[in-house]
Nanobody, 125 residues
Framework: HVQLVASGGGSVQTGGSLRLTCSVS????????MGWFRQAPGKDREGVAG???????SYANSVKGRFTISHDNAKKSLYLEMNSLKSEDSAMYYC????????????????????WGQGTQVTVS
C-alpha cells in the first residue's frame, strides 16, 4: 500500500524560507519520478519541481533558482527547499509519485502521477 504524507507547510513572510517533506511508504519500483505540485484557490494544479530515481531534476520557471527538490532513499523522503518566498508562492502543496517511469518532459503534468499526498498549506505574506 503506497502512502505519501506531506508536511512542513506554514505561514512565512515574504523573502522567508520553508522546507517541505514528503514521507513515502510502500515502495514498488526502483525507477520513479517524484514531484511537487501546488494549487492556489481558483487555479489549476501546477508542477513546481520533479526528480527521478537517477537524481535528474526539473523546475518550473517561476521557482528556478529559489526552490530545490531532493530525495533521500534511505529515509524514503522527498524534500522541497523553498527560499526567497513570494506571495504568489502561496498555495496548497502536494507531493506525488509516478512509479516505474522517469520524469521526462512531462514531469509537470498531474496526470502522469499514480499516487498523491494530502497536501500542506504554504502562506506567504
Amino acid at each position: 500500500h503506497v502512502q505519501l504524507v506531506a508536511s512542513g507547510g506554514g505561514s512565512v513572510q515574504t523573502g522567508g524560507s520553508l522546507r517541505l517533506t514528503c514521507s513515502v511508504s510502500g515502495y514498488r519500483y526502483s525507477g520513479y519520478c517524484m514531484g511537487w505540485f501546488r494549487q492556489a484557490p481558483g487555479k489549476d494544479r501546477e508542477g513546481v519541481a520533479g526528480i527521478d530515481s537517477d537524481g535528474y531534476t526539473s523546475y518550473a520557471n517561476s521557482v528556478k533558482g529559489r526552490f530545490t527538490i531532493s530525495h533521500d532513499n534511505a529515509k524514503k523522503s522527498l524534500y522541497l527547499e523553498m527560499n526567497s518566498l513570494k506571495s504568489e508562492d502561496s498555495a496548497m502543496y502536494y507531493c506525488a509519485v509516478d512509479w516505474g517511469s522517469p520524469c521526462g518532459g512531462d514531469w509537470y503534468r498531474p496526470s502522469k502521477y499514480n499516487y498523491w499526498g494530502q497536501g500542506t498549506q504554504v502562506t506567504v505574506s
